[in-house]
């Protein structure tokens, strides 16, 4: 990579979320664990990977399965122990791959310390550690603040008289960012890790940590407001995205540029317009690193809304920033489901797409396969959401199902006669094994393209330039030589290009010369070097 900048070592990389429940169980309890990471490392150096995000493993009862959490210092027993995780970080950099870890910061669990103690009365050492409100005069909650799981986001205390705030599940209490003891234990929070070899962190709900401080109610939606706004017929105006939100990202980000090589701060930054995205990167320097980019997760797979999304990105980027790009992640469904319909030349596509935009990709476990969202059945259920709100919404268990390493009882995840926690449906149907096996599989072209991108500066740093191609076709630049073309249609379609194609979503076309144009097969991409 040409780039000179240390600090900046990931923009050319590729980074890959583990879910680590459905991973690789080495225990044999269907729970996948810290040293079935360990031992699936050279599988993930072989797909070319340069990071790891790793869903939470520290200490949590697992309401919201590790996002409400017991202790952030800690890791959960079921996961292994906190030698574990450091020899999985030791590992990993032996192989040239960092560890980025989850960080929960809007909520604990309410079996945390903390929150124990701030229950215990109103004069407890944590109490405003929380976010705590009188009743109206009528008993009824403080305001007209809904949780994003259903119902009020306010749970009475019976002994005290007086409500706390949980913008998730009663268990998961929110803490009161205005709090200079709570701004206090999280420096010290992120500092532990960091000092024990962590590269960053992805951090959870970072647009809701702060709220209103005069916690007044929220506007009724509109027509323009997001949709799951209209529903709950409010505008999250005062429980969400309040702007004193970036001072605490500010200071975190001050923190990391302290060390050497500074941890890497990306942001689940869930948010409907792509201009308040940009607010968390602040002047492309002083805030997070990266944040997801939402309105592209949420964009479907067609030429144009995504490539209105990407120069739209591109257009409000501060100088300086680097956008971040998935398709999948534990809360949305695969994009082999959503995005491609089980279609496989639509998965091909999809991983392109990623793999050679402008930024750095995250590939969720099992997308480099093509692996589609798991049957779940509602005896299956373990998402509260999902109990909760079936048969409308299945929840996100279907996303969450084990990883199939290989076409033997237990799927390869675990041992044959163990039943996991989630079911896996049938691994016969798509699992690493067969694929590694295979030259035309959806492996075999993921770790072609990543090694592309590791061997061209075009496409690992190189700027993003959309080109006229025909509807239905997206067509872009990525520095002085490269050129990516997909077809995103349902017939043959011209695209203008010259050079040779060096990758290519049908793998008998790579190594073809192109003059001037190239027509391209439905559902087909290609990279062309001049």
Known sequence: MSTSDADRWWHGGVF????????????????????????????????????????????????????????????????GTLADLDTLVSEAGHRGIRILMDLVPNHTS????????????????????????????????????????GGSAWELDEASGQYYLHNFEAQQPDLNWWSEDVRGAFDAIVRFWWDRGVSGFRIDVCN?????????????????????????????VYNSDRPEAHDILQRWRTIADGYE???????????????????????????????????????????????????????????GAWPIWTGSNHDVSR??????????????????????????????QGDEIGLTDGPIF?????????????PYYKGRDPERT?????????????????????????????????QEADVDSVLAFTRRAIAGRRHSDDLAVGPYRS????????????????????????????????????????RTLEGTAVEGALTLAPWTGVVITS
Request: glycine fraction near 10%; include cysteine; charged fraction near 20%.
């Open 467 to 506: 080109l006229p191609s025909p509807t239905g076709t997206w067509a872009y630049a990525r520095g002085e030589r490269t050129v990516v073309a997909l077809n995103m249609s349902e017939r043959a379609q011209p695209v203008e290009a010259t050079g040779t194609i060096v990758l290519s979503t049908e």
């Open 110 to 149: 309410d079996q945390h310390s903390w929150f124990v103690d701030a229950r215990s009365g109103p004069d407890a050492a944590h109490r405003d550690w929380y976010v705590w409100a009188h009743p109206k005069p009528d008993g009824s909650p403080p305001n007209n603040w809904l949780s994003v799981f």
């Open 16 to 79: 890959y979320q583990i879910y680590p429940r459905s991973f690789a169980d080495t225990n044999h309890d269907g729970v996948g664990d810290l040293p079935g990471i360990t031992a699936k490392l050279d599988y993930l150096a072989d797909l070319g990977i340069s990071g790891i995000w790793l869903s939470p493993v520290t200490v949590s009862p697992d309401r919201d399965w590790g996002y409400d959490v017991a202790d952030y210092c800690g890791i959960d027993p079921g996961f």
């Open 335 to 364: 994009l082999a489901t959503r995005w491609a319909g089980g279609d496989v030349a639509k998965v091909r596509c999809a991983l392109l797409i990623l793999l050679t935009l402008r930024g750095t990709p995250f590939l969720y």
């Open 261 to 319: 090589t500074p941890p890497l701060l990306i942001g689940e930054t869930n948010v409907e317009q792509l201009t308040t995205l940009m607010e968390f990167y602040g002047d492309g320097r002083n805030e997070l690193h990266g944040g997801f980019n939402f309105v592209f997760i949420n964009a479907n797979l067609e030429a144009e809304a995504m490539r209105r999304v990407v120069e739209d990105t591109e257009a409000l980027l501060p100088e």
């Open 208 to 236: 809701m940590m702060i709220k209103d401080a005069e916690l007044r109610d929220n506007p009724p939606a509109t027509e323009g407001d997001p949709l799951d706004q209209q529903l709950m017929g409010l505008r999250a």
């Open 402 to 434: 084990p990883m199939p390493w290989s076409n033997t009882p237990g799927g390869g995840f675990t041992s044959p006669g163990v039943t996991p926690w989630l079911p896996m449906g049938d691994p016969a149907a798509c699992n690493v094994a067969d």
């Open 378 to 390: 509602q005896s299956d259920l373990h998402d509260a959401v999902g109990i909760r709100f079936w």
